[in-house]
């Protein structure tokens, strides 16, 4: 949790984002020091304050999240690729509906 969360937060937001989840800051810092892991649902609110606060998709941070739990060195990348490809195969399919 530590790598995704100094990814999207800079120094003192993470107080921020931990209030707009309904957590106590200390609870989110034990996630951020390892000491303890969130469960799904503190995770699907702390994700959707995430997003409020930074702007960025809820989902997309999902998919980064689980790139970051597999140990992929740059899930951001991995993620965007991901996208792009699902991307494509939608062009293509509407591509051969069309034609």
């Known amino acids: 949790m530590r790598k ?3 990814r999207h937060l800079k120094h003192g937001e993470l107080k921020a984002v931990a209030h707009k989840a309904g957590f106590h800051a200390n609870s989110v810092y034990a996630w ?3 000491r303890n892991k969130p469960n799904v649902l503190s995770t699907i609110w702390f ?3 995430l ?5 960025k998709s809820y989902e997309l941070l999902w998919l980064e999240y689980l790139y970051t739990i597999e140990g992929k060195e740059d899930a951001h990348t991995k993620v965007q690729e991901w996208l792009q490809g699902e991307r494509n195969k939608d062009k293509e399919a509407f591509n051969k509906d069309k034609s």
């Open 32 to 34: 951020h020091k390892g």
């Open 47 to 49: 994700f959707r304050a």
């Open 4 to 6: 995704f969360l100094d």
């Open 51 to 55: 997003s409020q606060h930074t702007g």
